[in-house]
């Protein structure tokens, strides 16, 4: 199967700098990724070939991957790599994640790259999740 794309963006209402935090540190990570599934864990190691680990054993699934390109407060470039409990882990896929400014808030678009993607399938729909959280918890803190 040939690589393909998701893109999915969002209008995160705070400036650059604060959403690539929100992205790099596994505090802020924790307010808005998987925060509805008890007993999550975050690790992050944003530089590059630092690694990070989001595991979520409320639903089974582990995503980790390395980290390629850091480039604050632009762009980050990772490694994804999905498990489900007791499946063998997917192969690795590239999410690269850019943060333009827009006014007062950033345009935060993700871009990920697989061969196993399916048309409307759970990666669009678990990344227009996650974002979806991200723009409610900003939106909350501000």
């Known amino acids: 199967m040939a690589a393909s794309t998701i893109t999915i ?3 995160v209402p705070a400036r650059p700098e604060t ?10 990570l924790a307010t808005w990724w998987w925060p509805q599934l008890p007993g999550t864990t975050y690790a992050v190691d944003a530089r590059p070939g630092g690694a990070y680990r989001i ?12 980290y390629g390109e850091v480039d604050p407060p632009r762009r980050l470039v990772f490694s994804w790599v ?5 499946e ?3 192969g690795s896929d590239t999410v690269v ?3 333009e400014p827009d006014g007062a808030a950033t345009a935060v678009t993700v871009a990920h790259t697989s061969e196993r993607h399916e048309p ?23």
């Open 97 to 99: 994640v850019s943060f």
């Open 55 to 66: 595991e979520g054993p409320a639903i089974g699934a582990t995503v980790s991957g390395t």
């Open 19 to 28: 959403v690539f935090a929100d992205w790099t540190d596994a505090t802020r």
């Open 120 to 142: 409307g399938g759970a990666t669009e729909q678990g990344w227009s999740d996650v974002l979806g959280r991200l723009v409610q918890s900003t939106s909350s803190r501000s």
């Open 82 to 86: 999905w498990q489900d409990d007791g």
């Open 88 to 90: 063998p882990a997917s």
């Open 9 to 11: 963006s969002r209008t």
